[in-house]
């Protein structure tokens, strides 16, 4: 048993280290230790400069411009990303679409679509959940119809994350109503957002931002050249990208500097005339938190060895990640918020210059958070896959 | 990185379990909490065959010179059976104690019988009125012509009854000090009792009690450094006994949701239950991950407060978590989980008690955050 990581790890890890400090532009990680919104452009760019590295797309397969990298490494490198405050890039391309096309595509979708994921040339965002269809995804009902050539589009997506940046967003859809199981009638079609029909409507959510959208689609014609996989196989997709790999989502990099910056703030603030860190009852909920995140941090460096030495992922065991990971983040975001005390209360857009910038982000902050335990498979649905395929219940 | 347990690491662990399955059943454990004496001699001899009493002391002393990690499976194993020797006590605290702090004369004096069953130790430590002190206060031991004498009281000295000699941890006006004492010896008297999870404990007097000058373990008043060693190595070891005791409980729940019917359909497929025992495994497994690091930091000598930290750390969890897991454990049995029937109401005394041994976690939240 040994819990360090290997002199070559250790090597990986500042070269990681070293590089980011070099090449993170410091407004973007301003913007992200801030707990502010980034513009596409900032993706863009952050994108670019990761691919000029070749670092886009580690996971990817080296032909594809993968770094051929073990799964330890991307953990590090995820991990270095998140201490960094390197924003990290949105999925839904480099790490859901591309794998579903590097699984099912034809030659001529990966030509055409993986090349401009690595270089960051398209953003794609993910049309899955409906307002009939969240945790019961099979649900879905937007209508795709052939006729011709072509798909005819008619539904509505919701919770677009960044749907309003989209260049391209990968979508499932029901082609077969008729079909006896709902799971045999769903396709997973890839649509141009610039297709007539489409419209983006914004979700403005309790903190004042919008980071979410519901996407409309009015006859919207989609060339059958963009569908993957088989007509009706959609559901055989969409499962191998429930599947796949997992094991940031605990965000233990993220959890660590923000308990950090938390320290730092809980150190400024006064209470009785004396730095709020050293309040017993504060003091208390910190190490809790920070306890639990040491715990989540050696869990999936257990799962990362398990995978290591079999080759095999941790299966539904990594859905405790997400719940732990996400409850740390929640415990943290809460923490902040009560450090603030009354300069929590503020509401940033129409306060301006009453609390510092970064104070006045501290109750948007928790108020966003909450988002966690319910996105990417809310922590009930993780408990479900726990207790069928751990418990055997 | 690697979390996987050495061959023999494993092959130690899975013959202690299969002993315990065998000899050390829930049946024949509630015989040997019944007995006179409390505890198993049968399971201390083979546990000293098996070389777990040899495996932490170093080679000088004819041990195996292996750290926590090498005990780590052993004490899950012995938390599942809930075992109630002294193991812990002797292992982790005394031995470790003599170990480290005793001369040459009397290593050879105490640790080959330690090694060979033959000879028990007790750790004297707790005072009445001071919870989890570690430093003594009211047990006080004053220079006498070369000799000492003794006089004060502990608590709670868990196989004090079985044992031959105490290590008992007492004030001088150097400091804190440990001095070796014979349970036999004139003005120590014990009064025995029982814990509420079957372990046999004495509290100690000790009026006017003189010991020789090689009583005397260590230097005099530089005791301190090495009892918070060896409570930290002793906790950490006791963290990876309760990751066994919840899995214990973790299991022995499953199995009950799954044949137990009412309403026409096993209470398993009840999603408000299904979701508080997937609660009751990830805090077991994250306890787990506690435990892991608790045992490689206090087995790693360069940096004392980083073990502090870690164990501190590691306890609160494991008291936090056993707390949980044998709650719920008792309430998804219903009724008969209150019962002295099941193993699940005994294995939530263990918890239960678990949860404050060596500190609760308000003891641990303060040291913690003092270290951090």
Not at chain 2, 249 to 257: F, K, P, S, W
Not at chain 2, 282 to 298: D, F, G, H, N, P
Request: aromatic fraction near 8%; hydrophobic fraction near 40%; proline fraction near 4%.
């Amino acid at each position: 048993m040994d819990l360090n990581y290997s002199q070559e790890e250790t090597k990986f890890r500042e070269e990681v280290h070293h590089w980011l400090k070099i090449n993170l532009p410091e407004d973007i990680r301003q913007k992200v230790i801030g707990y502010q919104e980034l513009t596409k452009e900032d993706y863009q760019r952050w994108h670019k400069i990761l691919a000029a590295k070749g670092w886009s797309v580690p996971h990817w397969p080296v032909e594809w411009g993968g770094t051929g990298w073990d799964m330890t490494q991307r953990y590090i490198y995820d991990e270095e990303f998140a201490l960094a405050g390197a924003p990290r890039l949105p999925p839904f391309g480099p790490a859901m679409c591309a794998p579903v096309l590097l699984k099912f595509g034809t030659s001529a979708q990966k030509e055409q679509f993986l090349p401009r994921i690595r270089e960051g040339d398209d953003f794609w965002v993910q049309g899955y959940s409906e307002p009939g269809a969240g945790s019961d995804l099979a649900a879905v009902k937007t209508r795709a119809e052939r006729v011709g050539d072509h798909y005819v589009i008619n539904g509505q997506k919701i919770w677009t994350t960044l749907g309003q940046h989209g260049d391209w967003i990968f979508c499932l859809v029901r082609t077969d109503p008729q079909a006896e199981k709902r799971q045999e009638g769903i396709s997973f079609i890839l649509m141009n957002m610039k297709t007539p029909g489409i419209t983006v409507r914004p979700l403005i959510l309790m903190d004042g931002g919008h980071e979410v959208n519901e996407i409309f689609f009015d006859n919207v014609k989609v060339p059958v050249q963009n569908l993957v996989f088989e007509e009706n196989k959609g559901w055989t997709v969409a499962k191998y990208l429930l599947g796949h790999e997992r094991m940031g989502s605990g965000s233990v990099g993220a959890s660590r500097r923000e308990l950090a910056a938390l320290r730092t703030l809980a150190q400024r603030e006064l209470k009785n005339g004396k730095p709020l860190i050293e309040d017993l009852r504060f003091k208390d909920k910190i190490s809790r938190v920070e306890i639990e995140l040491d715990a989540l941090e050696i869990t999936s460096m257990r799962f990362l060895d398990q995978m290591r030495r079999t080759g095999q992922a941790p299966g539904a065991d990594v859905s405790m990640l997400k719940i732990r990971g996400t409850e740390v983040q929640q415990m943290i975001t809460e923490l902040a918020m009560q450090a603030a005390g009354p300069n929590a209360q503020p509401f940033v857009s129409v306060s301006n210059g009453v609390v510092d910038p970064f104070t006045s982000r501290l109750t948007p902050r928790y108020l966003n958070f909450r988002k966690a335990s319910i996105y990417a498979g809310s922590n009930e649905i993780q408990r479900n896959i726990i207790a069928k395929m751990s418990l055997g219940l | 990185m690697n979390f996987e347990l050495t061959q023999e690491q494993k092959q130690l662990a899975d013959s202690v379990s299969k002993y315990l399955i065998n000899e050390y059943s829930f049946e024949k454990r509630k015989a040997i909490i019944s007995s006179e004496s409390g505890v198993s001699a049968a399971a201390w001899q083979t546990f000293a065959d098996m070389g777990l009493t040899a495996m932490t002391l170093s080679e000088a002393d004819n041990g195996f010179g292996g750290g926590a990690i090498d005990l780590m499976a052993v004490m899950e194993a012995m938390g599942e059976a809930l075992v109630v020797e002294p193991f812990l006590d002797n292992v982790g605290l005394a031995g470790r104690l003599v170990s480290r702090m005793g001369s040459d004369a009397q290593r050879a004096k105490l640790l080959p019988g330690l090694i060979d069953g033959s000879e028990r130790l007790a750790f004297a430590y707790l005072e009445q009125g001071h919870r989890y002190q570690l430093a003594p206060q009211l047990t006080l031991a004053k220079s006498n012509a070369g000799a000492w004498v003794l006089n004060g009281r502990k608590c709670l000295v868990t196989g004090a009854a079985s044992a031959r000699h105490l290590l008992v941890s007492a004030l001088t006006p150097q400091g804190a000090s440990l001095f070796i004492v014979d349970t036999q010896a004139a003005g120590v008297e014990l009064n025995p009792s029982r814990t509420v999870d079957g372990f046999r404990v004495a509290d100690v007097a000790f009026s006017n009690v003189s010991l020789h000058a090689d009583a005397l373990l260590g230097d005099d008043g530089a005791a301190m450094p090495f009892i918070e060693e060896a409570t930290d190595f002793a906790t950490a070891l006791l963290c990876a006994e309760a990751v066994g005791a919840m899995k214990s409980a973790n299991d022995a729940t499953l199995d009950y949701v799954k044949q137990r019917k009412q309403f026409g359909v096993p209470i398993a497929s009840f999603q408000a239950l299904q979701h508080r025992m997937v609660e009751m495994y990830i805090t077991t497994e994250q306890a787990r991950s506690m435990a892991i690091l608790a045992a490689s930091k206090v087995d790693d000598k360069t940096n004392a407060s980083g073990r502090a930290r870690a164990v501190s750390a590691a306890k609160i969890k494991i008291a936090d978590a056993a707390r949980l897991v044998s709650q719920e454990s008792v309430q998804l049995h219903g009724g008969m989980g209150m019962t002295e029937e099941l193993k699940v109401s005994h294995t939530f005394r263990r918890l239960t008690m678990i949860a404050q041994q060596f500190g609760d976690a308000d003891h641990h939240l303060e040291r913690y955050a003092d270290l951090t």
